[in-house]
């Protein structure tokens, strides 16, 4: 979504001490990537840098993470997210649904660290290779979304309306997230993505906001 999680949600079953492990060595590789791009940018950083950082080897970087970008782009909360999706009201009217699921998430992902979204939604901006992986992302997560409304809906998840309308929503988030980022993070995320759903569920406004 946009910004990682080094811990599950509380409604979550605490994992076991081998993925606590995972988590934590996860965790460590990103911090160190964070605080890497802060100091001396993207391009810069490299990855024997983020290992000896996160005191890890670099294979041990790319077993965890295949590039430099997923590392930063990689978090935790596409399964959250299907799995609200999954939890709500089967009789919840679907544009309801989305709005409560996606502002939930929103929601936890900025209460872990705002300073992380703020990096990567700019790095989205700024760096290319960060926004050809990140689009390339959206595509895996929109399949699993397809998935989870056909669950839903009954609608065939492989059918052209179920695609178009998950990937909509992954379209529209990534546009709400550079369109954040474009502005110098002034704006509240948490409004821009409000109105990023009113225009998926209404259409257009008859004018400028």
């Not at 790319?62 to 959250?80: A, G, H, N, Q, S």
């Not at 700019?122 to 929109?142: C, D, I, K, N, W």
């Not at 948490?190 to 400028?208: C, I």
């Amino acid at each position: 979504m946009t910004a990682a999680r080094s811990t599950p949600p509380a409604d979550h079953p605490r994992p076991g001490l081998r993925e606590r492990k995972k988590i934590k060595t996860r965790e460590a590789i990103r911090s160190a990537t964070y605080a890497l791009v802060r100091e001396q940018g993207y391009d810069a950083t490299t990855i024997d840098q983020i290992a000896e950082r996160a005191e890890v080897s670099p294979s041990t970087v790319f077993r965890y993470f295949p590039t430099k970008e997923d590392i930063v782009l990689t978090d935790e909360w596409d399964p959250v997210l299907v799995r609200e999706l999954r939890a709500r009201p089967a009789d919840e009217p679907w544009p309801e649904t989305v709005r409560h699921v996606m502002l939930k998430a929103l929601r936890m992902g900025l209460k872990d660290d705002i300073e992380v979204a703020r990096l990567r939604t700019h790095l989205m901006v700024q760096v290319p290779a960060v926004r050809s992986r990140m689009m390339e992302s959206m595509s895996v997560t929109g399949r699993m979304f397809s998935i989870a409304i056909g669950e839903r809906t009954g609608l065939d998840p492989d059918s052209l309306e179920v695609r178009v309308y998950a990937m909509s929503l992954m379209g529209g988030l990534m546009q709400t997230s550079i369109y954040w980022a474009e502005h110098g993070h002034r704006d509240d995320f948490e409004e821009l993505l409000v109105r990023s759903l009113d225009v998926m569920e209404h259409g257009l406004p008859r004018h400028n906001p």
